[in-house]
């Protein structure tokens, strides 16, 4: 069965600070995918990454980046130079391939408190 | 491009009574997903549609729970017999199914539902 473990409850750093936000994901599919979502203290749910299982290359976007590790069946997040608008809870994802189709149903982690002090 | 909308985004209600929610998801997607969340956990999946059709539920969908989408468009999730451990943010999502769809999926702001 697909399971996803966020060890890490809660993490507080301080403005500037590097900080990563580790996923541990379970699975026995071949085909699956990876996520992780921002949820701001407004609530909702904001899309940040997908990663394909086949695609193992990591990806930096801004201050952003992830690095995918099949082989420890990982997927962790990390901020550079974090910032206050960063503090949110983080989840981390994981759908298999569905129908042929790219996705299927999420299962989440539990998520990852983050708060960045100024 | 609007996102996916959700409607009512609170609502309070009595043990024992019935609650409706609506989602509209982002206009081309043909998958539309509903989860429920509580407090310090991560969402939890429900069920979903691609067009008109019902593909999955989750056994967490008890039989007071149903979900329709009757033109492939929005859906709504009805709980008849509302009770207190209905208590919980229910969140809808969409995403495009099928090749080239490359992102994920994209989140309504949900309808926060209180059970007295």
């Known amino acids: 069965a697909q399971k996803v473990t966020q060890a890490q409850t809660e993490i507080s750093v301080v403005e500037k600070e590097d900080v990563t936000l580790d996923c541990v994901y379970e699975?026995?599919?071949?085909?699956?995918?990876l996520f992780w979502y921002k949820q701001p203290p407004s609530g909702e749910l904001v899309f940040l990454i997908r990663r394909n299982s086949f695609d193992e290359q990591n990806e930096i976007s801004g201050r952003y980046s992830w690095n995918f590790q099949k082989s420890t069946s990982s997927f962790n997040f990390t901020i550079t130079a974090s910032q206050v608008v960063d503090s949110a809870v983080y989840f981390c994802?994981?759908?298999?391939?569905?129908?042929?189709?790219?996705?299927?149903?999420?299962?989440f982690g539990r998520g990852t408190q983050l708060t960045v002090w100024p | 491009d609007t996102g996916v909308s959700q409607d009512p985004r609170h609502k309070i209600t009595k043990r024992g009574q019935n609650v409706t929610f609506r989602c509209d998801p982002i206009s081309e997607h043909n998958r539309l997903y509903w989860y429920r969340q509580t407090l310090g956990q991560g969402p939890e999946f429900l069920t979903y549609?691609?067009?008109?059709?019902?593909?999955?539920k989750s056994r967490l969908l008890s039989d007071r729970f149903s979900a329709e989408r009757p033109k492939g468009s929005f859906s709504t999730l009805e709980i008849q017999r509302t009770e207190q451990g209905d208590s919980a943010m229910y969140l809808c999502?969409?995403?495009?199914?099928?090749?080239?769809?490359?992102?994920?999926?994209?989140f309504g702001p949900g309808t926060r539902l209180t059970v007295l």
């Open positions: 699975t026995r599919d071949t085909t699956y995918y």
């Open positions: 999502a969409s995403s495009l199914a099928g090749e080239g769809s490359t992102k994920g999926q994209y």
């Open positions: 994802a994981l759908s298999d391939a569905d129908r042929g189709s790219t996705l299927g149903r999420l299962y």
């Open positions: 549609f691609q067009n008109e059709a019902q593909l999955e």
